[in-house]
């Protein structure tokens, strides 16, 4: 006759310990691509502009306008968008997003004065490198 045996009080804190490092590994990994997630949001519509821009500029060799592109950008639960002048925008914060505090702004911007249309991209002063970090591009 097989005799059933239950799991020892060792094995019992073996698995415990293993599932614990798992969480503690998973749990800041999950949070970092939340974080990425929400400062693509503000990314993304200020690419969707650039290429508005670039479009308009395309079709009548000048940069034109937000209201004249095809282009609208709805504020978010993470960022607000504003144009800032002809051929900028701007993301501002509406919420702390990991170390990207409420407040802070991404912007873009289409220089034309070589010929060639340049984009140019900024961030609020000093958190160039928190950018880096969810943004890896967002400088290229």
Not at 96 to 120: C, E, N, V, Y
Request: with cysteine.
């Amino acid at each position: 006759m097989a005799s059933q045996r239950g799991m020892t009080l060792v094995e019992m804190v073996v698995i415990i310990c293993i599932a614990v490092t798992l969480i503690a590994i998973a749990i800041p990994k999950f949070m970092e691509a939340v974080t990425k997630n929400k400062m693509w949001d503000g990314m993304t519509t200020l690419m969707t502009f650039e290429s508005a821009e670039l479009a308009y500029l395309a079709q009548s060799n000048k940069l034109g306008p937000v209201g004249s592109l095809v282009f609208q950008a709805d504020s978010s639960e993470y960022f607000s968008f504003t144009p800032v002048g002809i051929g900028q925008y701007m993301a501002t914060a509406r919420m702390q997003i990991g170390r990207f505090k409420k407040g802070r702004w991404l912007h873009t911007s289409i220089d034309t004065t070589a010929g060639m249309p340049r984009i140019r991209r900024s961030c609020s002063k000093g958190d160039s490198a928190i950018v880096k970090k969810y943004v890896p591009n967002f400088f290229n």
